[in-house]
């Protein structure tokens, strides 16, 4: 199986910058691509941004600008840098990965962000 754990995640004023880390025990060799989702409370998870093994990176329109997510050589830890950081960006955010073998997805337990003066 695929164990992800977030971290990083704090609380920070508007304007400023975080930089989210999704460790992933699973071997490079077999995931697919990985991605922030986040959620703030009575909304539903969605897709901040996305990055695969071909290096397609997609991003919300709402973040556009503003945040990046890379990844490092080894396929061991995916980042979520976030910088201008808005109040409505505060959420929990989650770290996704998909398999190679038959596209099965895991999910982490989430890293808490609040933006607020």
């Known amino acids: 199986q695929v164990q992800l754990e977030e971290s990083g995640g704090g609380l920070v004023q508007p304007g400023g910058s975080l930089k989210l880390s999704c460790a992933a025990s699973k071997s490079r060799f077999s995931i697919n691509s990985m991605a922030w989702y986040r959620q703030a409370p009575g909304s539903q998870r969605e897709l901040v941004a996305s990055i695969n093994v071909g290096h397609n990176i997609r991003y919300a329109d709402s973040v556009k600008g503003r945040f990046t997510i890379s990844r490092d050589r080894t396929w061991s830890t995916v980042y979520l840098q976030m910088n201008n950081l808005k109040p409505e960006d505060t959420a929990v955010y989650f770290c996704?990965?998909?398999?190679?073998?038959?596209?099965?997805?895991?999910w982490g337990k989430g890293t808490q962000v609040t933006v607020s003066s």
């Open positions: 996704n990965a998909i398999i190679s073998d038959g596209g099965t997805s895991f």
